[in-house]
């Protein structure tokens, strides 16, 4: 099923995915955006799948899935910022291990080109670690 990205931009309900931090954040972002880079797979309605997602308060990357999940909720209308998803993927590159996930990410729409960028230079790619516990490490053209 291939969630076309205006369903984002629109003025129709949106179901939200909350999912916690282990720095006690909760990290907003709608469900189609979550399912954006599978579709063409056949995920569930409900599914929710597993990517990687920096938190934005404490900027740890860590793969978010399911498990994360503390509830989902519709949002009429919501204030949705500019969210990308899918546009890249990261894998712990070890022999026999999983597929990589997509990195899903979002800044508000106030931003500039320079703050964003300024954001990802803060990451804190150190805790990112595939289901097997392999790091999992920043792309050399990130
Ligand atoms: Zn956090
Ligand atoms: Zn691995």
Redesign the pocket.
């Known amino acids: 099923m291939v969630m076309p990205s205006r369903i984002i931009l629109g003025t129709m309900d949106v179901q939200m995915v909350l999912l916690s931090c282990r720095c006690g954040a909760q990290i907003e972002v709608p469900l189609p955006i979550l399912r954006q880079p599978f579709a063409g797979q056949d995920l569930s309605s409900a599914d929710i799948p597993s990517v990687v997602l920096p938190c934005p308060f404490c900027k740890h990357l860590e793969v978010r899935g399911r498990e994360s999940v503390l509830r989902v909720q519709v949002i009429d209308n919501p204030d949705l910022p500019d969210w990308y998803s899918g546009d890249v993927w990261l894998g712990?590159g070890?022999e026999g291990?999983?597929s990589p996930l997509p990195l899903v990410y979002g800044w508000s729409v106030s931003t500039t080109a320079e703050e964003r960028e300024a954001d990802k230079d803060i990451w804190k790619w150190d805790r990112l670690r595939?289901?097997?516990g392999?790091a999992i490490q920043k792309p050399e053209d990130w």
């Open positions: 712990c070890a291990c999983e595939c289901r097997n392999h």
